[in-house]
């Protein structure tokens, strides 16, 4: 009797893994836990000009990584990332997190910057400059992110101890080449932004590992991809005005969706690494 239950048990579990095959999706895949998507315009999909209609002024779009990346896992997704979403908007996007949850990714940071303000700036007629907007973002990014980003990832680690959480990026923007007349981002402001997106990517890199976190850098991946490339996975100027320098469906798809679940899926849980001091 006990074979024949042993026997039982085997066609069973033979029958549900090609189930699970017919279907796409591995036994590990079918098992994966909660997934939570926080942050703002780079991670919600502004930039793809595809948006759930009930995600209101979100813009939470069905081409943005969070749904690629859950989709991938088999994971359950709770899609809290919000447009125009700064620090203190990402800590009231918390409300999913528990001890269950298995994945959160988290993307925030360029809005506390004023990154769009100053590239809107940036891309003013001469005479105006953005060069003291750009200053201001850089003093912001080394002086007061640090210790924002600190408390946030402390709430996330605190509302989910078992999660594998990985902080998220953002690209530069620029390859040093000019082709939309109506912005006029000259060569030495391309330079100097995309150098505040580098100061952006190593600070947030670096409080990331303060608390244990994976860091997902998508320059890289987007090396090749910038405004004006020809294969270009960035808006430039674009109307609506808010597509403007985000992410196409392309750049989430290609750049940003493979990186993610790369880190996440590499992640382990280190709960006794307490944060650092910045």
Not at 57 to 80: E, I
Not at 91 to 113: C, H, I, P, R, W
Not at 181 to 189: C, K
């Amino acid at each position: 009797m006990r074979l024949v239950r042993s026997a039982l048990l085997a066609f069973l579990l033979a029958a549900l893994t090609a189930g699970l095959a017919l279907v796409g999706l591995s036994p590990a895949q079918a098992a994966a836990g909660p997934y939570t998507a926080l942050g703002d315009s780079y991670s919600s999909g502004v930039g793809t000009r595809t948006y759930y209609p009930d995600s209101g002024s979100c813009y939470r779009s069905p081409r943005a990584y969070p749904v690629l990346v859950a989709q991938r896992l088999g994971a359950p997704l709770t899609f809290a990332a919000c447009s125009g979403a700064r620090v203190p908007d990402v800590l009231n996007q918390l409300g999913s997190l528990n001890a269950s949850t298995e994945y959160v990714t988290v993307s925030v940071g360029g809005n506390d910057a004023g990154f769009a303000d100053v590239i809107t700036q940036c891309a003013l007629p001469w005479p105006w400059t953005c060069t003291a907007d750009i200053d201001n973002a850089n003093n912001y990014i080394r002086n007061t992110l640090p210790g924002a980003l600190d408390n946030l990832y402390t709430r996330i680690r605190d509302r989910a101890p078992n999660a594998r959480v990985a902080v998220v990026g953002y690209p530069r923007l620029f390859n040093g080449e000019a082709c939309n007349a109506l912005a006029r981002i000259s060569r030495a402001e391309q330079t100097a932004l995309n150098q505040t997106a580098d100061l952006l990517a190593t600070t947030i890199a670096g409080r990331a590992a303060a608390h244990g976190f994976g860091f997902v850098d998508v320059r890289g991946a987007f090396t090749g991809h910038a405004v004006c490339d020809d294969a270009e996975w960035i808006n430039g100027l674009s109307n609506p005005i808010m597509e403007s320098y985000h992410p196409k469906a392309v750049g989430q798809s290609s750049g940003y969706a493979p990186a993610v679940q790369s880190r996440l899926s590499s992640l382990t849980v280190d709960r006794q690494a307490p944060p650092r001091s910045v």
